[in-house]
């Protein structure tokens, strides 16, 4: 209800600006104790710290951790120490045509070209329209093995933690494609960001991009000499 009198109408314009900064005041404190709202999981995958972290990973599998999470909800924890199995080196064969990889977000497919040739086509699963995929052309910049991802807010319900995730190609700072345990939605965007396969698929997409992985190691860092495979994300 609006004030009456003039009495009443200063009384309200003073009230409202100390309404709003007690509102702020209440704010800055709930997320210093929460952590991140949900947009701030892009910036986290595009900073430095995480792609440092990446870079000095070793991509060997890590002793299971007691428990995993995806949005907030626990996971059954992956188990066992599997060792790498020998690939046929076909795969790797060196081709005259450009390797590069289609990623359709509007189809949640990816594909896997040698230049117009189609080798392998997958359903997916990329960002949701909160933590969207981005567009562009990018390069695979490293290969892990495995790798442990963290992110989002507990509070918000976009908390994750997921120890040994396999065949990770990171192709733009923290953004990755990968296989996938902690879910089987393939098709609808599920992701923070990165590109979802199942796991055989992320491992036969794993050996066929570049730089070539060798067979006994954890990780592979593309160079100039031996760039990564070309990533084309559109939608």
């Not at 009495?7 to 309200?12: E, G, L, M, S, V």
């Amino acid at each position: 209800m609006p004030p009456k009198n003039k009495k009443q109408k200063k009384r309200f314009l003073i009230t409202i600006p100390i309404a709003i900064t007690a509102f702020l005041v209440l704010l800055a404190a709930f997320l210093r104790a929460t952590g991140p709202l949900t947009w701030l999981t892009g910036k986290q995958l595009l900073s430095k710290k995480i792609v440092n972290t990446i870079n000095q990973s070793t991509g060997q599998w890590q002793s299971p951790a007691k428990e995993a999470f995806f949005n907030n909800q626990p996971l059954s924890v992956p188990t066992g120490s599997p060792t790498l199995a020998e690939r046929n080196q076909k795969v790797l064969a060196d081709t005259e045509e450009e390797k590069w990889i289609e990623i359709d977000l509007s189809e949640q497919k990816l594909r896997a070209w040698e230049g117009n040739r189609l080798i392998y086509e997958f359903v997916v699963s990329t960002g949701t329209k909160w933590t969207p995929t981005p567009i562009g052309e990018y390069r695979i910049w490293i290969k892990l093995r495995y790798h442990d991802m963290q992110g989002g807010s507990k509070a918000f319900g976009n908390y994750y933690y997921l120890p040994n995730v396999p065949f990770v190609m990171y192709f733009y700072k923290g953004y990755g494609i990968h296989g996938t345990y902690w879910h089987n939605n393939f098709g609808n965007p599920m992701s923070h960001g990165c590109v979802n396969l199942t796991t055989p698929d992320a491992e036969k997409l794993f050996w066929w991009a570049m730089p070539p992985y060798q067979t006994g190691s954890w990780a592979t860092r593309a160079s100039e000499q031996n760039p990564g495979t070309r990533v084309a994300v559109h939608e």
